[in-house]
């Protein structure tokens, strides 16, 4: 697991209700209480944040790996 804090030196910026922008690369945000129902193959997804804290440990992370083939959970 991961902590960040420090000053974030790149504008934010709302694209739209699923998207903000960070500097120029386009974040996409879902509410899916399910993480299974996130469509990772759509986003070209290189990072994922979970923000919930429900998903506390590796394996519960790992939930929202098993539908992409391409993402690993470090």
Not at 15 to 38: A, Q, S
Not at 39 to 55: I, M, R
Not at 61 to 71: D, F, G, I, N
Request: glycine fraction near 6%; proline fraction near 4%.
């Amino acid at each position: 697991m991961s902590q960040i804090d420090g000053t974030l030196h790149h504008e934010l910026k709302v694209k739209d209700e699923k998207t903000f922008l960070f500097g120029e690369k386009p974040v996409t945000v879902f509410g899916c209480r399910n993480p299974n129902e996130i469509p990772w193959a759509d986003t070209g997804a290189e990072y994922v944040v979970e923000l919930t804290g429900v998903f506390t440990t590796k394996d519960k992370a790992a939930t929202h790996l098993k539908s992409s083939e391409s993402m690993q959970t470090k």
